[in-house]
């Protein structure tokens, strides 16, 4: 039997809940969770926000720990070592994309880390637990220190999910690069498009995180609500990340790009935002794109390169107990930036 917490319902809160979890196969690894990011993923799932949520749900796809046990077909992990599991645990392995390393576009459906499944007919649970099985295939590697591992568990997939597209669009020195919204995703995304090379100007709705978005990498920060200061960037950025977890007015940044500027969603709030202006894309020939997460092969690529520049993610660490009221601070982006549960207290 294995603790986890899970809500059983969209209204209740989350609770404690044993499951089960597979002997591990001999291409398994059993890892024992020691941290467990929280994602806004995880709110809109377990609250069944977009209406696709298998319950019981246990979220949490920001995993690390270490490995316990391994089948005997595993080759690129051993006992003892520290892992990490992200927002993937399967893909069917053969489509175009899963043949490119891009398993999250998987032609079948992934499987995610938990509200899966496609393949094998059960739910999948997540983080918010003891441990976890997984194919070693879907497993990462951890070479940051040990002593940050709390801090490497958000990169799983806040790390990914701003990585892959700043690496997709090419951002890099000579670019000017907008991140929307500070909260877990956008704080790593100010963080890895600055150490990427690029100039970076952060847009937030709180005028209290102006020092906070400085210090993280930031070169400028814009409150997105005063009209001067953004009518002051029009036509300005290359590149702008939007990871802001609400519906909102798109057409307030895609005026802020440059001719031939991509826009890219990855924040999935729950309701649509409005309809862009045609006229904000058609004058400057503008692009408004999309991304989620990102492939085995890039996280591994993005955990390296978070490890060789020193970059980890700011959090606030929580027993598994405080997770309801940590969902409701963060509903109010108060949390700098990202809760983190520390397994031991499950
Ligand atoms: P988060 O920590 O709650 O951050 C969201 C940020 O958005 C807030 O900190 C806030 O930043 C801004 N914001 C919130 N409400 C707003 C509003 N009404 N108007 C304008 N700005 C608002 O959430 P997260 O974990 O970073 O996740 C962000 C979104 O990405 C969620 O919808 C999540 O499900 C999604 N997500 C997508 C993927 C993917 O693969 N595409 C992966 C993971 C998560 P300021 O205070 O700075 O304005
Ligand atoms: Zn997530």
Same mark, same amino acid.
């Given at each position: 039997?294995?603790?986890?917490?899970?809500?059983?319902?969209?209204?209740? %809160?989350?609770? %404690?809940? @044993?499951?089960?979890?597979?002997?591990?196969?001999?291409?398994?690894?059993?890892?024992?969770?020691?941290?467990?990011?929280?994602?806004?993923?995880? &709110?809109?799932?377990?609250?069944?926000?977009?209406?696709?949520?298998?319950?019981?749900? *246990?979220?949490?796809?920001?995993? *690390?720990?270490?490995?316990?046990?391994?089948?005997?077909?595993?080759?690129?992990?051993?006992? =003892?070592?520290?892992?990490?599991? #992200?927002?993937?645990?399967?893909?069917? !392995?053969?489509?175009?994309?899963?043949?490119?390393?891009?398993?999250?576009?998987?032609?079948? =459906?992934?499987?995610?880390?938990?509200? !899966?499944? *496609?393949?094998? =007919?059960?739910?999948?649970?997540?983080?918010?637990?003891?441990?976890?099985?997984?194919?070693?295939?879907?497993?990462?590697?951890?070479?940051?220190?040990?002593?940050?591992?709390?801090?490497?568990?958000?990169?799983?997939?806040?790390?990914?999910?701003?990585?892959?597209?700043?690496?997709?669009?090419?951002? #890099?020195?000579?670019?000017?690069?907008?991140?929307?919204?500070?909260?877990?995703?956008?704080?790593?995304?100010?963080?890895?498009?600055?150490?990427?090379?690029?100039?970076?100007?952060?847009?937030?709705?709180?005028?209290?995180?102006?020092?906070?978005?400085?210090?993280?990498?930031?070169?400028?920060?814009?409150?997105? /609500?005063?009209?001067?200061?953004?009518?002051?960037?029009?036509?300005?950025?290359?590149?702008? &990340?939007?990871?802001?977890?609400?519906?909102?007015?798109?057409? @307030?940044?895609?005026?802020?790009?440059?001719?031939? !500027?991509?826009?890219?969603?990855?924040?999935?709030?729950?309701?649509?935002? %409005?309809?862009?202006?045609?006229?904000?894309?058609?004058?400057?020939?503008?692009?408004?794109?999309?991304?989620?997460?990102?492939?085995?092969?890039?996280?591994?690529?993005?955990?390296?390169?978070?490890?060789?520049?020193?970059?980890?993610?700011?959090?606030?660490?929580?027993?598994?107990?405080?997770?309801?009221?940590?969902?409701?601070?963060? &509903?109010? /982006?108060?949390?700098?930036?990202?809760?983190?549960?520390?397994?031991?207290?499950?």
């Amino acid at each position: 039997m294995t603790k986890a917490y899970a809500a059983q319902d969209p209204s209740s %809160p989350l609770a %404690p809940f @044993d499951i089960e979890r597979r002997a591990p196969g001999p291409q398994d690894i059993q890892i024992e969770i020691l941290f467990c990011g929280v994602c806004h993923s995880d &709110l809109h799932t377990a609250r069944n926000e977009w209406k696709n949520t298998l319950y019981p749900s *246990v979220p949490g796809h920001e995993i *690390v720990g270490r490995i316990v046990a391994v089948g005997d077909q595993v080759k690129n992990f051993k006992v =003892g070592d520290l892992a990490g599991v #992200g927002c993937m645990v399967d893909s069917c !392995g053969h489509c175009p994309a899963c043949g490119e390393g891009e398993e999250q576009y998987c032609d079948n =459906g992934f499987t995610g880390t938990y509200n !899966g499944p *496609v393949f094998g =007919g059960e739910n999948t649970y997540g983080g918010y637990s003891q441990s976890i099985v997984v194919k070693e295939s879907f497993a990462l590697h951890i070479r940051h220190d040990e002593k940050d591992l709390a801090a490497v568990a958000p990169l799983l997939c806040a790390g990914i999910t701003t990585y892959s597209p700043l690496r997709h669009w090419k951002v #890099g020195p000579g670019m000017k690069v907008g991140i929307v919204g500070l909260g877990g995703l956008g704080h790593m995304g100010v963080k890895i498009a600055a150490a990427m090379g690029a100039h970076v100007v952060l847009f937030t709705t709180s005028p209290g995180k102006i020092d906070d978005g400085r210090r993280l990498g930031a070169h400028e920060v814009c409150v997105s /609500s005063d009209r001067a200061q953004m009518a002051a960037r029009a036509g300005t950025l290359d590149f702008i &990340l939007n990871t802001v977890a609400a519906p909102h007015r798109l057409d @307030d940044y895609l005026q802020l790009l440059k001719r031939d !500027g991509t826009m890219t969603l990855v924040g999935a709030p729950a309701e649509r935002h %409005p309809s862009p202006e045609v006229f904000s894309l058609i004058f400057k020939r503008r692009q408004l794109a999309g991304s989620l997460i990102g492939g085995i092969r890039e996280t591994q690529e993005m955990l390296d390169f978070c490890a060789q520049h020193g970059i980890v993610s700011d959090i606030e660490t929580i027993p598994m107990d405080y997770i309801n009221t940590a969902y409701e601070r963060m &509903l109010k /982006s108060d949390v700098k930036y990202r809760f983190v549960i520390d397994m031991a207290t499950i």
